[in-house]
């Protein structure tokens, strides 16, 4: 089964929302945070891009100084034309790192500084008068997934794997942080137990980053040759700068040790969602970000994926592991900006009823 078996269900996609106003048709700006670029788009209802634009991070620095920047460049867009009249109706702020899902602050990130603590569903909707949202990046990425798949109240979870290893959670329709910030820590989870088990860079031992993070991957894969009778050692192409990208070349070229080490970081993963699928059960994981080795359509992206749902099915209850549709995510570097926009698309949804409520129940 792929994820393309699926049907819409359900009469909350965030997709569906939004009506026209007398200004023209509703759109929303996401704004994507990063340590290096600020991404940012005007998105409409069925999370199509009309504009598009980033900005080193570090040239607008502060939130106020993203989000003056933003607005900027959502009016500009809208005044020049996007081949039909639009009216901003909401604006959505995807961030990393750990964000109070009770406080919308940021309670710990990387490179981001002057961000730290500071009030930002308050400071955005100061600067953008429009029903705004604040939501962890990752969560923002899987929305975006699924209201593309048209899921419904089904639940998603999107893995990215890269130098970390994160999970964004949409749950019964909607992003899930947890009450603290920190729900889909998936690269935290403890795979392994003991004496044995790696040093995480937490402080902890035995979790998911550890071993199949990229640097844990190629920790591995260093030892993985060193122990390899005939291999010559370890090989001058594998240093601080190695890609996973690398990796997967040397797979391709047949490098038993490289195909072995993707192999077992295929098992550690798949045990890693078996355990996240127990406790969520969503009907659809997608993995993503910059080490899938190769990804949709190609031979070894395959073998990895194909690898990941066997294990996945091996930690888990039939029901669970049988049923769960494992795939690549398809989105890419926009999933930020649209994810953004339809949260945001979502909460001016509800805002809406809630008013229309109101009055009829004064």
Known sequence: MTVDSISPSGSTSPASSGSSTSDGTPIFLGIDVGGSFVKMGLVDGGGKIHAQTSVATKI??????????????????????????????????AVPGVLDTQTYRLREVVNLPGWVDRPLLEILVDKCRRPAAVVNDANAAAFAEHAKLGLGRRSLCLVTLGTGIGCGIVVNGY??????????????MAIRFGQDAIPCSCGSCG???????APGVLSRLRSAYALHTGSGGVPAWLNEDTTPRELADHANDGDIVCLRVIDNTASYLGQAIGLLGQLIDPAVVLLGGAMTFGGSGTELGTRFLNKVKRHIQKTTLVQV????????????NDAGIVGAALVAQQN??????????AQLNP
């Open 60 to 93: 607008l620095k502060t939130p106020e100084g993203v989000f003056e920047h933003a607005m900027k460049f959502a009016r500009d867009r809208i005044e020049e034309g996007l081949g039909q009249p639009f009216s901003l109706s909401g604006v959505g702020l």
């Open 175 to 188: 992003p899930h942080g947890g009450d603290h910030g920190c729900a889909g820590e998936l690269g935290h």
């Open 207 to 213: 979790h998911l980053e550890s071993y199949a993070g």
């Open 321 to 332: 592991g049988k049923h769960m549709i494992v795939d690549f995510a398809t989105m890419g």
């Open 348 to 357: 001016a949804r509800r805002e809406t009823l809630s008013n229309t409520e």
